[in-house]
């Protein structure tokens, strides 16, 4: 099984804790991954739907962080990609993980994104996993 992990690489140590938990989690499976680097997590979807046109994957994986600041952008952001991803999963019927924090504060971050803690990089990936074995248990072999 090859997978597409898409990052937003705002928070690069976040980030760097949530591959480390994806990257343990696919190896330990067997699986191979490409990581593709966006901007910043309002970018993830359109990264989303252009993985899934390249036709190389039979999974992805979509990690980043979005902190709430002293504007309304943090629920503008969260809630466009939230709802978007949910929309491209069903449309395409895809085995997506989804690893993009949405945190009060950076502490949080931290915590959600450390492999020792609560490893949502991990998490990500095996529900990524998961849904590429009930694509399967229905007939749909992607690559």
């Known amino acids: ?82 709802h978007k991803f949910q929309d491209q999963a069903v449309m395409h019927q895809l085995a997506l993980g989804f690893g993009v924090l949405t945190c009060e504060n950076y502490e949080q971050a931290e915590e959600r994104a450390d492999m020792t803690r609560k490893d949502y990089g991990g998490h990500a990936a095996v529900a990524a996993l998961r849904m590429v074995a009930l694509k399967k248990q229905f007939g749909r072999h992607d690559h």
């Open 1 to 82: 099984m090859h997978f597409a992990v898409l990052e937003a690489r705002y928070y690069e140590p976040i980030n760097d804790a949530l591959l480390a938990g994806v990257e343990r989690a696919l190896v330990k499976e067997g699986a191979t991954f490409e990581i593709v680097t966006v901007p910043g997590s309002y970018e993830l979807p359109a990264a989303l739907e252009m993985a899934h046109a390249s036709g190389k994957y039979a999974g992805y994986i979509v990690l980043g962080c979005v902190i709430r600041g002293a504007t309304s952008h943090y629920d503008l952001i969260c809630d466009a990609i939230a």
